[in-house]
């Protein structure tokens, strides 16, 4: 069975837009810096000509992603009820072990931003905050076996 991607529409529609862009503007302008370096003459001490086929190898694997992420899209709706953490939600944490407060957006694997906060409904802390309540404490497990306690404060 394929990968499934959790995501809104919103973020759907997010992915076409770039896929879109990709495929209509992007190619048709690597292909013709292609064919501009391509007439200079000799190939192999060209790189102008080496950095336009990187650039179209990096952009032809990102169609391929962002085609994969779309056919295997699982849509959900988007919920604006904050009596528990869902997809969207903005959570404000306790974490035990630091003896902090982090605050954390969950959002589809598409739209991943570790960063600025934004995590992964997929990942272990996104996974062990769904579906919970303010002063729920949950337990994360890690992949390397460790796990780590968070009491949740505040959701938005």
Known sequence: MAEQFVMTRKNYDDLKKELDYLVKV???EIIERIAEARSHGDLSENAEYD?????????EGKIAELEYQIKNADIREEVSDNSYVHLNSKVTVYDNDLQDTQQYVITSVTDVDVMNGKISVESPVGAALLK???????TVLCPDGYSYTMKIIAIE
């Open 132 to 138: 919970k309540r303010v002063g729920d404490t949950v």
């Open 51 to 59: 950095a336009a086929r990187e650039e179209q190898r990096s952009n």
């Open 26 to 28: 992007k190619r048709p």
